[in-house]
C-alpha cells in the first residue's frame, strides 16, 4: 500500500544540523501535527528548503513510533529565508 501524498509548509527548518519541521495542511484533530523532516528525505529542489516553503511529502513512521517527513518535494520557497 503506497503513502498518501500531503501538502504543507515548513515551520522550522535548521540548515546547519539539516533538519526540520513540516506543518501539514490538515487539521490537527485529524492528524495534522508538526512532522520531523531530514534534508536526506529532500528528494527535489532541497536548496530551496527553508522556513515558509510549501512542500509535498509522504508521512512515515519511524523506529521509535513517531512519524517523519519522506520523499519531500519543495514546491516553492515564497522568498522564505533560513532560521537557524
Do not use: C
Not at 15 to 22: N, Q
Amino acid at each position: 500500500m503506497a503513502n498518501q501524498t500531503e501538502d504543507g509548509v515548513v515551520v522550522y527548518f535548521n540548515e546547519t544540523k539539516a533538519y526540520g519541521f513540516i506543518r501539514p495542511n490538515i487539521p490537527v484533530g485529524e492528524g495534522g501535527a508538526d512532522v520531523f523532516v531530514h534534508l536526506s528525505q529532500v528528494v527535489s529542489n532541497a536548496e530551496k528548503m527553508k522556513k515558509g516553503a510549501k512542500v509535498e511529502f509522504e508521512i512515515v513512521k519511524v523506529k521509535n513510533g513517531k512519524f517523519a517527513a519522506s520523499n519531500v518535494v519543495v514546491k516553492e520557497d515564497r522568498g522564505a529565508k533560513a532560521w537557524v
